[in-house]
């Protein structure tokens, strides 16, 4: 017979189910509601307010855990609270940390044509390839099926990105004959790219860090740089050549423009290439 725990802790998953929350955001969730379970080891229903902010003060201060796991965690909490055990979150409200805003790192063209060039297995010279010329999220790529490149519009289809939300991106015209070399090589049959030698098996976040890892040091880069760099790049560069933020935040797949206009601060235009609309009129 299952305890107390177990049957809040699987309500609360089928509530986020419900909701549509991702498989991550449920897993993490979860995960976290059961670490504070066993730090007190209280069942759920009886761990107060304080006692969380307690749990939360040993996993910033001992754990050195990042803001948005802090973040998450007090979500969690307030998931269980409201609609599992239908108690108000008003009285016991905890107040979320500020993040840090710290700017990303962002490569230069040069550096990512020598990661991509450098690159010679051609399943992964694909991926990276597309990744950072369509500007994909780690998950997006590792679940992109091989119908989601349309040649024909030149775009890439993203199913169930971020949020849930489906999105069009653009697709290189590069990055498109990589991907079909590689795909007469291999052949992939449910997933874009799969493990070698196990078909149908998309590849892990794991693998795919260590793709761009391996790439980012064949080019002698000393940055630190995570494959989430390449999309920092797409999004960079794009405003560099004066796309607008708008479309940038469409390919993206951001809720806010707020989100998007972090490159702002990335972005190295240089004013003396901007012509005023002064010098095009005839006065």
Not at 122 to 144: C, M, P, Q, W
Not at 232 to 251: D, M, P, S, W, Y
Request: hydrophobic share 35%; net charge positive; with cysteine.
């Amino acid at each position: 017979m299952k305890d107390l725990n177990s049957l809040l802790i699987e309500r609360m998953v089928r509530e986020m189910q419900l909701r549509n929350y991702s498989e991550q955001s449920i897993k993490s969730y979860s995960a976290c509601l059961s670490k504070v379970q066993n730090f007190f080891n209280l069942p759920l229903d009886k761990i107060s307010t304080q006692q969380f902010k307690d749990f939360l003060y040993h996993r910033i201060t001992v754990d050195k855990i990042s803001v948005s796991m802090v973040n998450q965690g007090i979500s969690a909490f307030k998931i269980m609270q409201v609609d599992i055990l239908g108690r108000e979150w008003e009285p016991v409200r905890i107040k979320r940390p500020r993040r840090e805003k710290k700017l990303p790192s962002v490569l230069t063209i040069e550096e990512v044509e020598r990661m991509i060039s450098l690159t010679r297995n051609i399943k992964h010279k694909a991926l990276l390839a597309l990744t950072y010329s369509s500007g994909l999220r780690r998950d997006e790529v590792r679940t992109l099926k091989p119908d989601a490149i349309d040649s024909k519009a030149m775009r890439v289809k993203v199913t169930a990105g971020k949020g849930k939300k489906d999105r069009y991106t653009i697709l290189s015209h590069k990055a498109l004959e990589l991907l079909r070399m590689y795909y007469k090589l291999e052949r992939p049959v449910n997933y874009l790219f799969e493990v070698s030698g196990k078909k149908g098996k998309c590849l892990s976040g794991s693998t795919i860090n260590q793709i761009a890892k391996l790439a980012a040091s064949r080019a002698g880069i000393k940055k630190k740089i995570s494959f989430h760099t390449l999309r920092h790049c797409f999004a960079t560069h794009l405003l560099e050549k004066g796309v607008n933020l708008r479309l940038i935040q469409q390919f993206l797949g951001h809720s806010s423009l707020k989100t998007t206009s972090i490159y702002l601060h990335i972005a190295n235009i240089n004013p003396g290439s901007i012509t005023s609309p002064l010098d095009e009129m005839n006065i």
